[in-house]
């Protein structure tokens, strides 16, 4: 039921910024894991980053250092703060929200935004 938009990407030089956000319908405070992946083209879709209820967090060995991810159930948005940014981090990335209930695992992606970083 939760509905999940992204927004924040563009086009950045190697070493720059971007902070992605992801806006939800509704509240993301019982939402098991909220997470961003990234798909780049040809390639499959892969985890960057993913925090749970309580905050804990995991990221890609990747993008260890450099993204952070972050989550305002207050606000009810996910953020992704990326840094040191390189040309391998161009990607179409996307917002999850992940959870089990009842037996059954729920996943609701947003639609995707484009980071393209030049070198």
């Known amino acids: 039921q939760v509905q999940l938009v992204e927004s924040g990407g563009g086009l950045v030089q190697a070493g720059g910024s971007l902070r992605l956000s992801c806006a939800a319908s509704g509240s993301i405070f019982s939402i098991d894991v909220m997470a961003w992946y990234r798909q780049a083209p040809g390639k499959q879709r892969e985890l960057v980053a993913a925090i749970n209820s309580v905050g804990s967090t995991n990221y890609a060995d990747s993008v260890k250092g450099r993204f952070t991810i972050s989550r305002d159930n207050a606000r009810n948005t996910l953020s992704l703060q990326m840094t040191v940014l390189k040309p391998e981090d161009t990607a179409v990335y996307y917002c999850?929200?992940?959870?089990?209930?009842?037996?059954?695992?729920?996943?609701?992606w947003g639609q995707g935004t484009q980071v393209t970083v030049s070198s």
């Open positions: 999850n929200a992940h959870t089990a209930w009842l037996g059954r695992v729920y996943d609701t």
